[in-house]
């Protein structure tokens, strides 16, 4: 029975388990957040070196045919071409995520959902307010405090998290892929340039020629990647940021088909062959190019971090964040039916609400996007995103690890009393 992009050219036995064990590798959490912080550090220390004019000299190089305007720099390849394998994957879980998901259920889903809201809203009020002297110009970054890095997130949480509740992952994934759904629509809506109609229309025919294909059962890749390839292309030259054709792509993956009788779950399939291409390769080395600015020491550092922009942006994560995530969660649960998870408490959600503050991949996108990439403002927005990302982890982490404690405390009190009559196990069996 085919399964999704079955057609890929067949490997040797051993090549093939090798490839697997990586792949499976590269699928948890904990090594994408890794490989996300090793290729943001090398980018920042490169830059920063007797060698940085080699570092902005590659990242600069040109590549692709003129012909087509693909004639785009290493950076933007990475930002447009790579980055869009990683909304691609946004794609599919947030349709999955509203057809069998969390999301499914809107009661269920009120507070995380408010609460992504909540996590937008405060975080560009805050940094509009903070802007409000610099004019437009400085204004146009009031998105960037406002994206939650899921990947960072995640893999926090899985290496703090050894005890903490089940429904504290639910309650961040839900509030990420809020946030990740959100963060599209404001890079389509507000960060869009000489939109053309006719390139955007023409987009659509392979779009829902992918879609087709795929909802008839055809995974082959030869006919799917240039389907997908084309679907960026036309997105690109219509002046849409390229990676929300990867969004697109992936709404139009179905869920699930049946064939003789027998429900195959195909979003889940392709997520599952596509997310270690993602993880392992589109979104380390967008964060490569994207993360190596030049400091320019500590006076360098000083300037950067003075600058209205960069206090904006850190003050929208570090604070922005927290206010508007637990704040609303707490108004939500206060006034209205929707109910915190029994197994939860509000130091869990504070905890939760500060990794939402570690706003790296699509923080950096925007900041390129509204400033230009290069300029001024867009490198003292990527030192604000470093520093005020790295500081939303530090405090999510001293609290989720005090939390991680008690529950780990919860936990050996419930091993010793199994039969919870109060009195430990090893007493009765002394006693007996």
């Known amino acids: 029975m085919p399964t999704p992009f079955s057609g890929l050219p067949l490997l040797s036995r051993g090549s093939w388990e090798e490839s697997r064990r990586v792949a499976d590798i590269l699928r948890k959490e904990t090594v994408g957040g890794i490989l996300l912080l090793i290729a943001a550090l090398a980018a920042l220390i490169w830059a920063n070196t007797a060698w940085s004019d080699s570092y902005h000299a590659l990242r600069d190089t040109t590549i692709g045919p003129a012909a087509l305007h693909m004639d785009l720099s290493l950076g933007t390849w990475a930002a447009d071409g790579l980055l869009a394998v990683f909304f691609f994957v946004v794609g599919v879980e947030l349709k999955r995520e509203f057809i069998e998901g969390d999301l499914r259920d809107l009661r269920r889903a009120a507070m995380p959902v408010t609460a992504a809201l ?117 997105v690109h030259e219509s002046g849409v940021h390229a990676t929300i054709a990867g969004v697109l792509l992936g709404f139009l993956v179905p869920i699930s088909r049946t064939v003789a009788g027998k429900r195959i779950p195909v979003a889940e399939h392709i997520e599952h062959r596509i997310r270690p291409i993602s993880a392992g390769l589109a979104v380390p080395i967008f964060a490569f190019f994207a993360a190596g600015v030049t400091v320019g020491g500590f006076d360098g550092l000083a300037n950067a971090l003075t600058d209205p922009i960069s206090a904006g942006v850190i003050a929208g994560l570090v604070a922005g964040k927290v206010i508007g995530i637990f704040g609303v969660a707490y108004l939500v649960a206060r006034f209205t039916g929707a109910r915190l998870d029994e197994d939860l408490s509000w130091t869990d959600v504070l905890g939760v609400a500060l990794l939402g503050g570690i706003g790296f991949t699509v923080s950096l996108l925007i900041g390129d996007l509204a400033y230009g990439a290069g300029t001024v403002a867009a490198d003292h927005v990527k030192v604000a995103v470093l520093c005020g990302s790295l500081l939303s982890a530090v405090l999510a982490s001293i609290v989720l690890t005090t939390r991680n404690r008690a529950y780990r405390r919860i936990a050996a009190r419930e091993q010793i009393d199994e039969d919870g009559d109060g009195i430990p196990d090893v007493f009765q069996d002394r006693r007996s």
């Open 118 to 234: 909540g996590g937008m809203i405060v975080p560009a009020l805050i940094f509009a307010v903070v802007n409000m002297r610099g004019g437009a110009e400085a204004l146009n970054g009031w998105a960037v405090p406002t994206a939650t890095d899921i990947a960072f997130a995640v893999a926090i949480l899985a290496v703090i998290g050894t005890h903490l509740p089940a429904g504290l992952r639910t309650f961040l994934l839900t509030l990420a892929v809020v946030d990740d759904l959100l963060a599209v629509t404001v890079i389509a809506v507000f960060y869009t340039d000489d939109l053309n109609l006719l390139y955007l229309a023409g987009a659509l025919l392979p779009l829902m020629a992918f879609g087709f294909a795929l909802q008839r059962g055809v995974h082959a890749w030869w006919l799917l990647l240039p389907l997908a390839a084309v679907t960026w292309w036309l």
